[in-house]
């Protein structure tokens, strides 16, 4: 059995190569080990140049048929909801001035209703490994369907099959992960309203994250110590949610809700990870298998779009399917997006630390950059953007000395933007 293209996960990254790349006429064949998408605090936040993506490929209306919820404003703010640091996406250029907040399955929804006529979706198929012709060039995958093994050849093998990809590491390719030093647990509160913006609080004990969801829900993230609640028994556990709601008065509008569903929650492990190989001859990685961040940024489920994006951007111009052709495509796709990655990666890192760190310089560091970023509208032009992917720019180290107050910046105010003193809403 052969395709122009075995994509292997049927996540946001898998099936969105699916859809750029059998929009080019390809035959793609999409993997994926299980048989229904699971239920996962994940990948909820669509960046502007995410949804200008999506708009790109049709798959706009669906999202807003499944109730995404626009929001044009990231404030981080202070335990009693005073604003420390608000970007306000209204400001960004082109038509994509909001972010829109949308459950996971509800983007995989939106996509699958776009896969063209040349795209093939099985589930419950396990992908063993990459299959390699005498050169060294990935020429298809090995596969248990059914229990029974089979060989599936394709031009060009996408491994979108997550963190631990099997594919990446057939293929010889390494991924270095970096474990942070906390957790975060994810709560899906129902029925209740908060404002429609992305709330970031400051809190002693690090992040709470709160942001609407479709259906009148809401996703609040609360940052822990690893062990913190291992062995906690239901009082133990009501006791620990009184203290996170007492540490953090802005959110006792959720207090009732966030008791009575402290069973329901999820604890995520936070972690980084880049590939320092985006592709081999034959294989391009995508998504969380060439790279993850941390989920404060909202940059994960982003980037994986954008690589599909690229991918099939770049294939079309090497000019077809054909085997040289595709690796032409495969070395141009690794150099495009490990820049931007690397990027990606760096603002995610530098916003998590900002945000996470607890105690002792790092957050004194946190601190100080967020009052002098906050002060110089150009700081905050170029942060908004890098985060929106809308024009991103790299903050160079005179605009770190910025940031940091040991330098002042003549051109904070240049350009149409004036000061403004930043609102006090809170959830």
């Not at 502007?48 to 490929?57: A, F, G, N, T």
């Not at 400001?91 to 829109?100: D, H, S, T």
């Amino acid at each position: 059995m052969s395709y122009d293209v075995v994509v292997c996960g049927a996540g946001v990254g898998g099936l969105a190569s699916a859809r750029a790349l059998g929009a080019l006429g390809l035959t793609v064949l999409v993997l994926d080990r299980q048989k229904a998408p699971a239920e996962v605090a994940k990948g909820e936040l669509l960046q502007p140049e995410s949804v200008r993506i999506l708009d790109d490929w049709g798959a706009l209306p669906a999202l807003r048929t499944g109730g995404a919820v626009p929001v044009d404003r990231l404030a981080i703010r202070d335990p009693g909801g005073r604003v420390l640091l608000g970007l306000d996406y209204r400001a960004l250029p082109g038509a994509y001035r909001e972010i829109l907040c949308t459950g996971y399955s509800n983007v995989l929804h939106a996509l699958a209703g776009t896969l063209g006529k040349t795209v093939e979706v099985r589930r419950g198929v396990l992908v063993e490994k990459a299959v390699r012709d005498p050169t060294g060039r990935v020429t298809g995958v090995r596969v248990i369907d059914g229990g029974r093994p089979e060989e599936i050849c394709a031009r060009l093998v996408v491994a979108a099959d997550g963190l631990s990809s099997r594919l990446r590491r057939s293929a010889g390719l390494p991924g270095v992960r970096r474990d942070y030093d906390h957790r975060l647990l994810a709560f899906d509160l129902p029925g209740v309203r908060v404002a429609d913006e992305v709330s970031a609080y400051r809190a002693e004990h690090g992040l709470r994250l709160v942001y609407p969801l479709p259906g009148d829900r809401c996703r609040l993230y609360v940052q822990i110590r690893p062990e913190e609640l291992r062995g906690l028994g239901a009082d133990a556990l009501d006791a620990w949610c009184d203290r996170t709601l007492a540490g953090v008065p802005a959110l006792e509008p959720l207090a009732e809700v966030l008791r009575a569903h402290l069973r329901g929650r999820q604890i995520l492990a936070v972690y980084r990870l880049r590939a320092p190989r985006l592709s081999t001859p034959g294989l391009a990685l995508v998504g969380e298998a060439a790279h993850a961040v941390h989920p404060m940024a909202a940059q994960g489920m982003n980037s994986s779009l954008g690589d599909a994006e690229t991918l099939a951007r770049l294939l079309e111009s090497a000019g077809g399917g054909e085997p040289a052709a595709v690796d032409r495509a495969l070395a141009g796709y690794h150099a495009d997006r490990l820049r931007r990655l690397d990027h990606t990666a760096t603002v995610s890192h530098n916003a998590a630390r900002m945000l996470t760190s607890t105690a002792g310089p790092a957050r004194l560091l946190g601190g100080r950059m967020m009052r002098h970023t906050a002060a110089n509208p150009r700081l905050l032009r170029l942060t908004t953007g890098n985060l929106a992917g809308v024009d991103p720019h790299r903050l160079t180290p005179v605009d770190r000395l910025y940031q940091l107050g040991l330098l002042r910046d003549r051109r904070a105010y240049v350009g149409p933007e004036q000061p403004t003193t930043n609102g006090g809403r809170t959830a």
